[in-house]
């Protein structure tokens, strides 16, 4: 076996891999899309959103967590793993307080423009209408804790490339949520700065630089010019 | 031979499907949407006609086919007025943020009714003897902000806050085509 000539299919795509990559890794070198939301390539993977689940030789697994291997079969955009996929995310935005309209971040948000991508017309459940804090502390950041969806991309960032951190995850199930490393569990009692990486991974409206959030007016940004699987890692236009 | 003269039968007289729209807890910015289908708005004329619907002022829904709920549910008569429509509308149809999960006025959901009452008609400031209005002929408000898929059944969903002319257009015309509609990137919005 040539390790160089290492391939599987995609949804019928012959698409080459190298040693120790995942199926996610490889399709986004090829220029192929799966829904993620959790996963960004300059991190270790957390496979906690599962929107990346795909069908690896006939067995449901996470593509940014399963190795890629030569001549596995993979599917992916089929009916069945997209109508589960939009099934996670109808329960992602019963889930938090997910109002677009109100929402900095529409429009750049990777969260709606999966959805878009998947058609949700509705969150189809009842909505929980959780009651979580919005802090203002920090000069020059807000945190709105009613958008997270638990990806830990800023857990990672901090603490995988600041070497901060500033953020982890906190409580089980439900009740799950993000916190922040300060006495009084308050940004701005942090060393979180805006050039931390931390501060630029959020993919949903969580972590908002303040003072620029409408400075690209609704119906501008990057998921309104073209839809998110148009570009395997999305690049969210600077606030 | 003589041939009978004829006269060419109506064979293409459909009856026109009876459209209701209403708003519940919404803003009437859908509705705004709606006519901003402009001139296509003829076009539709010749193919529906308007129950219930603030374009015609009347007050209740008789036996539609396509009823158009904007906004979502906040107090007793947005959900007589719902159940009115789907006890009467073959296909119901949420238009906008509001109907389709609370939208801006499911913000006062993690507040208690009482503290929201009591911050619009006493705390505010400039208000002086304020009292909440308890007219019997007010409805009563619920206590949180529901969708209307909470209430009733739904059939289609048009997201957006609100959506554009042409997603309301694209949804009625597959409907009236009788495809199953589909709003592509462009046109499917959340804000």
Same mark, same amino acid.
Request: aromatic share 6%; net charge negative; glycine share 6%.
């Given at each position: 076996?040539?390790?160089?000539?290492?391939?599987?299919?995609?949804?019928?795509?012959?698409?080459?891999?190298?040693?120790?990559?995942?199926?996610?890794?490889?399709?986004?070198?090829?220029?192929?899309?799966?829904?993620?939301?959790?996963?960004?390539?300059?991190?270790?993977?957390?496979?906690?959103?599962?929107?990346?689940?795909?069908?690896?030789?006939?067995?449901?697994?996470?593509?940014?967590? /399963? !190795?890629?291997? *030569?001549?596995?079969?993979?599917? #992916?955009?089929?009916?069945?793993?997209? =109508?589960?996929? +939009?099934?996670? $995310?109808?329960?992602?935005?019963?889930?938090?307080?997910?109002f677009c309209p109100s929402c900095?971040?529409s429009?750049?948000?990777?969260?709606?423009?999966?959805?878009?991508?998947?058609?949700?017309?509705?969150?189809?459940?009842? /909505? !929980?209408?959780? *009651?979580?804090?919005?802090?203002? #502390?920090?000069?020059?950041?807000?945190? =709105?804790?009613? +958008?997270?969806? $638990?990806?830990?991309?800023?857990?990672?960032?901090?603490?995988?490339?600041?070497?901060?951190?500033?953020?982890?995850?906190?409580?089980?199930?439900?009740?799950?949520?993000?916190?922040?490393?300060?006495?009084?569990?308050?940004?701005?009692?942090?060393?979180?700065?805006?050039?931390?990486?931390?501060?630029?991974?959020?993919?949903?409206?969580?972590?908002?630089?303040?003072?620029?959030?409408?400075?690209?007016p609704i119906g501008?940004?990057?998921?309104?010019?073209?839809?998110?699987?148009?570009?395997?890692?999305?690049?969210?236009?600077?606030? | 031979?003589?041939?009978?003269?004829?006269?060419?039968?109506?064979?293409?007289?459909?009856?026109?499907?009876?459209?209701?729209t209403t708003s519940l807890a919404g803003c009437f910015g859908c509705h705004m949407s709606f006519l901003d289908i402009d001139?296509?708005l003829?076009?539709?004329?010749?193919?529906?006609?308007?129950?219930?619907s603030p374009l015609?002022?009347?007050?209740?829904?008789?036996?539609?086919?396509?009823?158009i709920i904007e906004g979502g549910v906040c107090?007793?008569?947005n959900?007589?007025v719902?159940?009115?429509?789907?006890?009467?509308?073959?296909?119901?149809i949420a238009i906008g943020a509001c109907a389709i999960n609370g939208g801006l006025p499911a913000q006062?959901?993690?507040?208690?009714?009482?503290?929201?009452?009591?911050?619009?008609?006493?705390?505010?400031?400039?208000?002086?003897?304020?009292?909440?209005?308890?007219?019997?002929?007010?409805?009563?408000?619920?206590?949180?902000v529901?969708p209307i898929?909470?209430?009733?059944?739904?059939?289609?969903f048009i997201p957006g806050c609100p959506p554009s002319g042409d997603a309301i257009w694209k949804v009625l015309?597959?409907?009236?085509?009788?495809?199953?509609?589909?709003l592509?990137?462009?046109l499917i919005h959340y804000d």
């Open positions: 076996m040539n390790p160089d000539k290492q391939t599987f299919t995609l949804d019928g795509k012959t698409i080459p891999f190298c040693n120790g990559q995942t199926i996610i890794q490889a399709a986004m070198d090829a220029g192929e899309y799966i829904p993620h939301l959790c996963f960004n390539p300059e991190f270790k993977p957390h496979g906690s959103c599962k929107l990346c689940t795909v069908k690896a030789d006939g067995r449901t697994t996470a593509s940014c967590t /399963q !190795f890629a291997q *030569d001549g596995m079969v993979v599917e #992916s955009n089929t009916k069945e793993i997209n =109508d589960e996929r +939009r099934v996670l $995310l109808q329960m992602l935005f019963v889930e938090g307080n997910h900095e971040k429009g750049n948000c990777q969260l709606q423009a999966t959805a878009y991508e998947l058609n949700m017309m509705s969150p189809h459940f009842d /909505q !929980f209408f959780p *009651d979580r804090p919005l802090d203002a #502390s920090h000069p020059e950041y807000f945190l =709105d804790l009613n +958008r997270c969806i $638990l990806c830990s991309l800023c857990v990672r960032a901090s603490r995988d490339v600041d070497g901060k951190n500033v953020f982890a995850l906190s409580g089980r199930g439900i009740k799950s949520h993000v916190i922040v490393n300060a006495q009084s569990g308050q940004l701005g009692d942090t060393d979180f700065a805006g050039d931390d990486k931390a501060a630029q991974v959020c993919p949903v409206g969580v972590i908002l630089k303040k003072r620029v959030g409408f400075s690209v501008k940004r990057s998921f309104d010019e073209q839809p998110i699987s148009a570009t395997p890692h999305p690049v969210v236009k600077e606030a | 031979m003589n041939v009978p003269e004829m006269t060419e039968p109506e064979i293409n007289v459909k009856p026109k499907l009876r459209v209701a001139e296509r003829f076009d539709l004329l010749e193919l529906v006609e308007f129950d219930r015609t002022d009347i007050k209740h829904c008789g036996p539609c086919d396509i009823g107090n007793a008569e959900v007589h719902l159940r009115e429509f789907r006890a009467n509308c073959k296909i119901l006062r959901n993690h507040l208690p009714l009482s503290i929201v009452l009591e911050e619009v008609y006493h705390a505010q400031h400039g208000l002086v003897d304020g009292f909440i209005p308890n007219d019997p002929e007010l409805p009563l408000p619920l206590d949180k529901h898929h909470e209430v009733v059944q739904v059939d289609y015309t597959d409907l009236l085509a009788g495809r199953e509609p589909e592509g990137h462009g």
